[in-house]
């Protein structure tokens, strides 16, 4: 246990450079009382760091018992620095910042004490805004260890009842892991586990292909293997709480026969500007023939920046005889498993290293370097330069699309698409679809018949058009808005007096609510705007 503790600290000295700064204030901190977000004993249904698409989760996602409602709490004095409502995203945010240079911010909150609800409502008015994102002077709005400041909810884009906790340095904004001050609180009696553990290999145009995927049954493994030399992923979990939840590995570390880590991160700080490397930890061979599954590579892809993988070999060499490797996981309680893996050669070895067969429908492209192609007729994507992890094949003109990579950076697209009326250019987009899931939507620019967007994903594309504006409607007595795909802004006014009243959205009931209760206008205006900049007015008269 001693040892593991000097490994861990050395650890830490080892990536202190990369972040350039020094989170040993935050650390020395911990005798410090913080109190917990929330009054329960800390139930994690995701954590920090975990993979997820083109970006790494970067707080906390604690229960709240599947209700909204739960009381939130500042874990330390410190003033309201930032406070922000929006229907998509973090939903309704505050962001506390501390005498010590940290900020702690709680998201998807349903809504505000009577005290902070009152400055807020006060500042809505003089500005005339629903949705906002306010940063606010130290002076303004101060708070104390433990006082509660908000109710847990469902906010923005979030798809059931929980409080997102995050940690950020309030200079750098970089993140930290909120394990850093609360891993004491957090239930948790399940060490991470490994599933399976693949082998890729490299062919002569420094591709990776895989060579072999096994079930992992025990902390004991033994694989034999054909070539040589190869690189290894993992495919793995964690669980806290219950164990209903699949969580990511928090900390992983490959360690060779004399001790040294071979490859290794631990996930206690994180940028927002490092979130998209979260691709090139994630393997993309892997995942090709196991899609559903978190596979961690056991090594650094070329393009793959992440100060976190930085400056190890990991390849494994089977040239001088069998290897005996240590997969060590663990989670932010520090619970682990270490799994000894044992590889040998196999009776036939050194024949499959770059002896793959490649399809003449394959061309090779080169990691470092930009590229454009056609996928169909009329259609043209650019990739910048170092938008891949790695070297991969990829279809000539014409042959079928195939695992689509993940890029580092947004490929921007020109697709003709003729006969558009110009009155239905403006509220056009894209759908950027893989086997029929949508992965994101592009907002569509035009030159003449050519629709120029970006995107971030590799995928099919589909031309649509927004037919339907977001509006105001009456339901059982309450105004809903419908059609809120695309809605950016909703104002609410009385029609008698013209005064501008204050609403929130629930963008799970479509509801607008009312936030001064004892204003209950007859009859009232109001106005939507969807992000193509259209608006749409009506007059409703609301009976009760
Ligand atoms: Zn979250």
């Not at 620095?81 to 998807?108: D, E, F, M, P, Q």
């Not at 892997?286 to 920046?305: G, I, K, P």
């Not at 809903?480 to 009931?509: C, G, K």
Request: charge should be positive; charged fraction near 25%; glycine fraction near 6%.
């Amino acid at each position: 246990m001693q040892l593991l503790g000097i490994l861990f600290e050395l650890y830490l000295a080892t990536f202190a450079h990369f972040a350039g700064y020094h989170p040993s204030q935050f650390l020395s901190d911990r005798t410090k009382k913080y109190c917990a977000p929330l009054n329960s004993s800390l139930e994690l249904i995701g954590n920090c760091g975990e993979l997820r698409s083109n970006h790494f989760h970067t707080g906390w996602d604690l229960s709240t018992g599947g209700k909204e409602g739960a009381s939130v709490f500042a874990i330390e004095d410190g003033y309201i620095s930032r406070i922000r409502i929006s229907s998509s995203g973090y939903g309704k945010t505050v962001y506390v910042t501390h005498s010590n240079g940290l900020t702690s911010v709680y998201a998807h909150l349903s809504r505000f004490s009577k005290t902070l609800d009152s400055v807020v409502l006060a500042e809505m008015k003089l500005n005339k805004q629903n949705e906002f994102d306010w940063y606010w002077p130290s002076s303004k709005y101060k708070i104390k260890n433990g006082e509660c400041f908000a109710y847990s909810g469902n906010s923005g884009s979030s798809t059931g009842p929980h409080l997102h906790f995050e940690l950020r340095d309030a200079f750098t904004e970089l993140v930290f892991n909120p394990a850093m001050l609360f891993a004491d609180k957090i239930q948790d009696v399940f060490a991470p586990e490994l599933s399976q553990i693949a082998l890729t290999c490299t062919d002569k145009n420094g591709v990776r292909f895989l060579e072999g995927i096994y079930k992992v049954r025990d902390t004991q493994i033994v694989i034999e293997s054909a070539s040589d030399y190869f690189f290894l992923s993992v495919s793995g979990e964690d669980k806290a709480g219950k164990g209903k939840y699949h969580l990511g590995i928090y900390s992983l570390r490959m360690i060779d026969e004399k001790g040294k880590v071979m490859y290794g991160f631990t996930q206690d700080r994180l940028s927002f500007s490092n979130g998209r490397f979260a691709n090139a930890v994630n393997d993309y061979v892997c995942s090709q023939h196991a899609s559903s599954l978190n596979w961690y590579s056991l090594f650094q892809v070329l393009n793959n920046d992440w100060p976190h993988s930085k400056h190890f070999n990991a390849e494994v060499d089977l040239r001088s005889g069998e290897r005996n490797l240590m997969i060590k996981i663990a989670d932010e309680k520090g619970l682990s498993r270490s799994y000894h893996l044992t590889i040998k050669k196999a009776k036939e070895s050194g024949k499959t290293t770059g002896k793959k067969k490649v399809s003449q429908q394959l061309i090779c492209l080169n990691a470092g370097s930009g590229f454009s192609f056609s996928p169909a007729e009329n259609c043209w994507v650019q990739v910048p330069s170092k938008s891949l992890y790695e070297n991969i094949y990829w279809p000539v003109e014409g042959s079928k699309m195939p695992y689509p990579p993940a890029f580092h950076k947004t490929a921007s697209v020109k697709m003709l698409v003729k006969d558009v009326p110009f009155g239905r250019k403006l509220g056009s987009y894209v759908l950027v679809k893989y086997k029929g899931k949508v992965l994101e939507k592009s907002k569509v620019l035009w030159k003449e018949d050519t629709a120029v967007f970006e995107t971030k994903h590799c995928g099919s594309f589909e031309y649509k058009y927004a037919e339907k504006l977001p509006v105001a409607t009456i339901k059982k007595a309450f105004i809903v808005l419908e059609n809120i795909e695309f809605l950016s802004q909703y104002q609410v006014v009385d029609a008698r007096t013209n005064e501008w009243l204050p609403v929130s959205f629930d963008s799970n009931t479509k509801r607008l609510l009312f936030l001064e209760k004892e204003k209950h206008p007859k009859k009232v205006r109001v106005y939507c705007k969807d992000v193509f900049g259209r608006e749409s007015i009506q007059e409703l008269e609301i009976s009760r």
